[in-house]
């Protein structure tokens, strides 16, 4: 807590922060400083309470101060600074909150010859259109993200106060280079906002009969709503950042020109084309951005049941593997029904990083220009990916090999997932790998200057991605690489390899790679994901009066498990219309409802079955008699503890359910309602939705965004097929 925090510039954003922290109790009293021309807004700040005390004198203002926040335009900073080096203390913490950060480093490095210490440039993604301190708000900055962008002199311990004290007011912090901030805020902020003015220039002066704004509607409220912002402090951003904008200014007019020629070329197909990019693009952002900054809550009736034919969306594990593969080989890959979720958009993002040029998703469609075993470039930055366990597992192997060091990064739950599992077999074949002092991501994979060495390992558990992840880092590697498994996993990187033309050999319970010469581009079709088809299985099981037909899922044996062990429960479940494609066995598969009940689960099932657990509790809490779960201690480091965290809610549920170190015992009976918690782990949100068709109240399930990881429009599909479900942001 501070004792006095001083504001200079009390308009939007530095009101905002005074309200904010005053609520909070971030500081005991609050000071402001701005210029005679600003004594009204001063006054105002004043009889708002919104601040303690003002001066037209800076030296009075922060006296005593020991936070200093500098919130006015960008362009009055350099003036601030110089007034503000007489009184400037080295034990006071200063922050800036503007939009450009290059330029506020480069004044105050000028005059002081050297980055202060104790200045953390900060910006907070937060704002309006209205300016002044009548529009500032206690929460504008809750849920929002704040960046710094610290200096190698900033001190640590500056930073650490400026992080709780952006944590108080509600913030989330990141942290950028500078470099890197300025170019992605000119194009998602400072672009748009000249697009607007620019276009209500246009057209008004157009508009001199008042034809146009008249007839104006909602488009062109919502695109030029940020016109309203405040023209002097936009020009202070623009002229401060205006080398990231101009080249931004002039490849927009480039596509801009090309639309037009797509006009007059009355080419529809391919402006349908610019237009579906654009639109399935910003759908991504705007999963991204809510998965960022808000929380999704289902809230689900009890009762209903499950009819009509649907296609879940494509496999989750075939979709990595396509653009992991794709993107190694010579030649094109064309990919369908590709999963659009963020979990494969992450290793999707993870390869263009890395030079490879992937057009899509669009409609499930990829089309990836392979670069070769040895095309990858060096990512620019760390690679980001999100919740995607697979995605940093097989990227690890893969990157192994190569002659560029890459860092790679996940959300707090991937950051706390162990990866040891394969830190320790590569760095057997010569890999050297970076981690936390637990085994946990960020990782950093070092480029090897020669090739790694094969080796033989014994998998001590069953696991895809560990097995993958070898295969992988065996196509880099002298001699042969070879993997046994203590259970059969899932085999896709085995047969997608065959389709790019480059098998591995396999013996029992061994599979053995060698790199034979280029992987060569194939077309790969992706079927519907058996682990989402697998909420319906269970939840078209568990309701009664329900059919519900599934079309082209993967049944790949070494996926089944769930339709196994729904099986021995006494699930009505047909295989329909079998057939393989790209490798793949395929089927629709028709569900009805049926009497369950409670079994021991056999743990040959239990590898094949991995990620089914979750919804697999449900129906054994609708099973009637017990349920018992042994050998699968792997549960326990899933995106989340999925022993515990179902455990736990069932229990909220009134389901006598007994978490076990590596399984679970069931007794089956009667689902009440209440409010349980996924702890981010998608597969948790969609069980506790299914476990709704038998509750006898509501369920309300919170942290369900991440279900856009692995299943985009579940809630839709759902409601349509007769689950009584909505969602709505916390
Ligand atoms: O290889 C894969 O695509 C996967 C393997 C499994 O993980 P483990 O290898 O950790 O069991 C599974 O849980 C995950 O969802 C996907
Ligand atoms: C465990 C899962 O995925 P990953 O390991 O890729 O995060 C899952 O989808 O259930």
Redesign the pocket.
Known sequence: MFNKLCIIGVGLIGGSVARAARENNLCTTISAYGREQELDNLQQALALKVVDSYSLDLGEAVADADCVIIATPVGAMPDIFKQLEPYWSDNVLYMDAGSTKGSVVTALSELFSGMPANFVPAHPIAGAEKSGVDASLVDLFEGKRVIFTPCVQTGDNFIQQATRFWQGLGSTVSYMQIEQHDAVLAATSHLPHIMAFALVDLLGRKDEQGDIFKYAAGGFKDFTRIASSDPTMWVDICMANKQHIIPLIEQFCSELDDVKQMLQGSQAQALHNTFTYARNARQRFLDQHNNMTQSIIFTVQPGGHLQGEVRVPGD?SISHRSIMLGSLAEGVTHVTGFLEGD?ALATLRAFQAMGVQIEGPVDGKVTIHGVGLDGLQAPKEPIYLG?????MRLLCGLLAGQKFDAVLTGDKS?SGRPMRRVIDPLSKMGAIIESTENGTAPLTIRGQSGALQGIHYDMPIASA?VKSCLLLAGLYAQGETSVTEPAPTRDHTERMLSGFAHPVKQKGNQVTISRLGPLKATDIEVPSDI?SAAFFLVGASIAANSDLTLKHVGINPTRTGVINILQLMGANIELLNQCTVGGEPVADIRVRSATLKGIVIPEEFVALAI?EFPVLFVAAACAEGTTILTGAKELRV??SDRIQVMADGLQILGVDAQPTEDGMVIQGGKIGGGTVVSHGD??IAMSFAMAALRASETIIIDDCANVNT?FPGFVTLTAQLGLNIGSKEA
């Open positions: 989750k979990d919740n995607s366990g697979t995605s991937l991605q682990s990620d899933k995106e998608h597969r692995s």
